[in-house]
């Protein structure tokens, strides 16, 4: 005997606890499935924890800088063990949070793995529930790498996992993911080494972020070695007693590695912690979606849905990570509650707009962008319609320190009116500086908006106003 719902939400990430909980508002019969701990990637192994991490690592750059402030601060070592522990019990604090937020909202909750048996039913636990609207929410998971030796590194979400700071770290991968661990890691007094597979990193981002934050990162000291293809990873010296994440320092590797452009076969030696931040991918394979003979799917796995993130599968539905389209969590979120708003509160053109969502990389500086990339818009309005402006400049904030860090801004517009459609960003605050200036191109702000904008002084963000 099936349980009846109206809404059945598989995945208690961000994105499905958000539209499980609208969906409650609206008096619809909601319950929501997770076999894992509530919150989603972001909140237990992706945003939350790195942001926490990150901070960890602005304050010892920040402590760095102290000295041409005055300031005296003998030692910059971190106690890295017991910040994890208060940050997972930050985390753990979060978990019971959504769990009493779906309580109070009436969501009924179902612990286990759901696996479909039909078109709008799933069994959990050997019981099967039904609903008319069925939303799989279930995120992504990391992939791992397939080379000989690839048992021995760890993942992204393994970094969560790490009880000490390591010394001597190699990272391989070259999105936002990767960049940001290999920047926590640098900043907090690791040897980096960071394997990409090009030239540079972060290639879907504007070439003025890519070229900035690589050159601050070697400057800090990373080896960044580009072109570079993982071969093996041997271990060559280890702890009987210990794992790698309780003490990564008690192992040494080897990294065997191709020169792309060359074919030179090169060796890493001394390495204590591989951690390869590759790619994610939907996490979808324990669901039984062969039961579902209409779902479609893109070339890289993820599910493909509409504008309104319907499925080929009437009634059900799709949004997050498991889309594989822009897998941030605001995006879910935003997806998740408009899903809820047109299915239960007659909104019935609710659904996000995918143009012009921020997007900030916690590098070190910070890094932002809106909008169209440089290459992008010309390609897209064509060369002769477009008008760029930047800046290059040093933070006033550095004016009494030894070390310069960047601060690069640039302003894409199209036609005759210079209506913006990119906004590029790399410099202290460029995280916090982004948020305001989206919502102005989403209104579509012009060059001359900009201008007519009075400045706030001494800040680095009024050069964004006073752009010549």
């Known amino acids: 005997m099936s349980h009846i719902y109206d809404y059945l939400v598989i995945g208690g990430g961000s994105g499905g606890i958000a539209s499980a909980r609208r969906a409650a508002s609206y008096g619809a019969k909601t319950l929501i499935i ?100 069925v939303l799989i929410a279930t995120g992504s998971y990391d992939m791992r790498p397939t080379w000989p030796g690839a048992e021995l590194s760890l993942s992204s979400e393994d970094f969560f996992d790490i009880e000490h700071l390591p010394r001597h770290v190699a990272v391989n991968g070259a999105g936002y993911i990767a960049i940001e661990l290999a920047g926590i890691f640098q900043y907090l007094g690791c040897q980096v080494s960071l394997f990409i597979r090009q030239g540079t990193f972060l290639r879907t ?38 794992s790698v994440v309780q003490n990564p320092n008690a192992y040494a590797h080897t990294v065997e590695y191709t020169n792309t452009q060359t074919g030179e076969r090169k060796t890493l030696e001394g390495v204590n912690l591989f951690l390869a931040a590759i790619g994610r991918k939907p996490q979808t394979p324990k669901l039984n979606l062969s039961a579902l003979s209409d779902l479609k799917y893109d070339a890289k796995e993820f599910i493909v849905t ?3 993130q319907d499925t080929h599968v009437p009634n059900l539905h799709a949004l997050g990570d498991v889309c594989g389209k822009y897998m941030l969590t605001p995006v879910a979120i935003a997806a998740g509650r408009r899903l809820a708003d047109r299915l239960f509160g007659g909104k019935l053109d609710a659904k996000i707009d995918y143009e012009n969502i921020a997007t900030v990389v916690f590098s070190h500086p910070p890094s932002g962008t809106i909008g169209l990339t440089e290459d992008e818009a010309k390609a897209r309005y064509g060369e002769a319609n477009i008008k760029v402006w930047s800046s290059s400049f040093v933070n006033m904030y550095y004016s009494m320190c030894d070390h310069k860090g960047p601060t690069s801004y640039k302003i894409v517009c199209e036609g005759p009116n210079h209506r913006v459609v990119g906004l590029h960003l790399v410099g202290m605050g460029s995280d916090e500086i982004l948020q305001g200036f989206a919502v102005a191109i989403r209104m579509g702000a012009t060059k001359h908006d900009f201008d007519q904008t009075i400045a706030i002084h001494p800040t680095a963000a009024e050069e964004l106003v006073t752009m010549k």
Not at 92 to 120: M, Q, S
Not at 208 to 236: F, N, V, W
Request: proline content about 3%.
């Open 205 to 242: 981002f504007d070439t003025m972020i890519q070229t900035k934050i690589m050159d601050e990162y070697r400057k800090a000291g990373m080896e960044i070695i580009p072109y570079s293809k993982i071969e093996s990873l041997t271990r060559t010296a280890s702890h009987p007693t210990e």
């Open 306 to 308: 509409n504008a309104y």
């Open 34 to 133: 997770e076999n894992n701990r509530w919150g989603g990637t972001c909140v237990n192994v992706g945003c939350v924890p790195k942001k926490i991490m990150y901070n960890a690592a602005m304050i010892r750059e920040t402590l760095g800088d102290a000295k041409g402030y005055g300031f005296d601060v003998p030692s910059r070592q971190i106690n890295w063990n017991m910040l994890k522990q208060k940050r997972d019990a930050y985390i753990t604090r979060l978990n019971g949070i959504y769990e009493r937020n779906l309580d109070n909202d009436k969501v009924e909750r179902v612990y286990g793995l759901a696996r479909f048996v039909g078109h709008n039913k799933v069994q959990v636990n050997d019981r099967e529930y039904e609903a008319k609207h």
